[in-house]
């Protein structure tokens, strides 16, 4: 059968309220981020990314957020709704090929 | 079509058969990349392409794993002899090129070695 594998670190939350979803980072070098977002069954979906030379980027719902300093990312979603249910990956990439190293993962749970 | 595509979905091999999985990615995109995403765990690059041209194999866990994307546009990853470990989603993604430009993903091949 399958192998059992890592179980990811999971946040729940409520229906309607703010989720925080955190990462860090390896790569001091790498200077483009971007979270994904992925369903069962499905390849990763594109939700926001953010360049170096900013430390916040907003979307709709979403906002990235990046600390140089300690190498650490964030993804706030607002009013967090069931479809919102998925596992989210930070990614990191350097502008030389765009070669994407990804985060542990998030499982976010929302209850109805 | 309006995404990446990849095929098969699903792909059963008995140990040490070789495989073929397809990636048709996104038109006019000129980079293409392949992940390898082991249960319950993020993709891992494989290999990476710019057009034709293989730019980063780094990721290849063995010679058994080779990549090809001959017209710079459809790639196929083929996996010989296949064994156990090899078991995993395998990701596509293209995007129109350099590094800060969005990759966009296919739904992957999920290969199951028995």
């Known amino acids: 059968g399958e192998s059992v594998g890592l179980h990811l670190p999971t946040l729940s939350v409520q229906e309607g309220d703010n989720s925080i979803i955190n990462c860090a980072y390896s790569n001091s070098a790498s200077d483009y981020f971007i979270w994904y977002k992925q369903e069962s069954g499905k390849g990763p979906q594109f939700i926001i990314d953010?360049?170096?030379?900013?430390d916040k980027r907003q979307g709709q719902r979403v906002t990235v957020l990046l600390n140089k300093t300690v190498k650490h990312l964030s993804l706030q979603i607002a009013a967090t709704q069931p479809g919102d249910s998925a596992v989210y990956f930070c990614a990191e990439s350097s502008s030389n090929t765009g070669k994407l190293i990804f985060g542990q993962g998030t499982t976010l749970q929302v209850k109805p | 079509g309006a995404g990446v595509s990849q095929s098969p979905r699903y792909k059963v091999a008995k140990r040490g058969q070789d495989v073929a999985l397809r990636c048709d990615p996104i038109s006019g995109h000129v980079s293409l990349f392949w992940y390898q995403q082991a249960l319950g765990q993020g993709p891992e690059f494989l290999t990476y392409f710019q057009n034709e041209a293989q730019l980063d194999k780094s990721g290849l866990p063995s010679d058994r794993f080779f990549a090809e994307r001959p017209e710079g546009s459809v790639s196929t990853l083929k996996i010989q002899r296949t064994q156990q470990e090899d078991s995993a989603v395998y990701l596509c993604?293209?995007?129109?090129?350099?590094?800060?430009?969005?990759?966009?993903f296919g739904q992957g091949t999920r290969l199951t070695v028995v």
């Open positions: 953010i360049r170096s030379n900013m």
């Open positions: 993604a293209s995007s129109l090129g350099g590094g800060l430009t969005e990759a966009f």
